[in-house]
């Protein structure tokens, strides 16, 4: 079984930066494809971040590229994702996903964390 815990999120101003940190527990030595999503009120779960399958490259989606950046720690097995001038269409609830198949941008992940709310005002 594996546990996910987001934090990071909060409240910022437009153009502000915020790092939100997903801490994976549980199948240690197991490998699992995981990923940064979100979802604002009213809409769907939007995929933003996640690694090729090898695992080397980061991979986004347009509506974050230039502006958000995926790390991973494995010692920590924590993932990360740095998020810099945001938008007040930023706002949403951040969740991480794992599972043991690859879905790159896709919200098809079996196991996620229960989010963090990250706000930006004008």
């Known amino acids: 079984q594996v546990q996910l815990v987001e934090s990071g999120g909060g409240s910022v101003q437009a153009g502000g930066s915020l790092r939100l940190s997903c801490a994976k527990s549980g199948d240690t030595y197991i490998t699992y494809y995981m990923g940064w999503f979100r979802q604002a009120p009213g809409k769907e779960r939007e995929a933003l971040a996640v690694?090729?399958?090898?695992?080397?490259?980061?991979v986004y989606a347009d509506s974050v590229k230039g502006r958000f950046t995926i790390s991973r720690d494995n010692v920590k097995n924590t993932l990360y994702l740095q998020m810099n001038s945001l938008k007040p269409e930023d706002t949403a609830m951040y969740y991480c996903?794992?599972?043991?198949?690859?879905?790159?941008?896709?919200?098809?992940?079996?196991?996620w964390g229960q989010g963090t709310q990250v706000t930006v005002s004008s």
């Open positions: 690694f090729t399958r090898n695992g080397y490259t980061p």
């Open positions: 996903a794992a599972d043991r198949v690859y879905y790159g941008l896709n919200t098809n992940y079996r196991y």
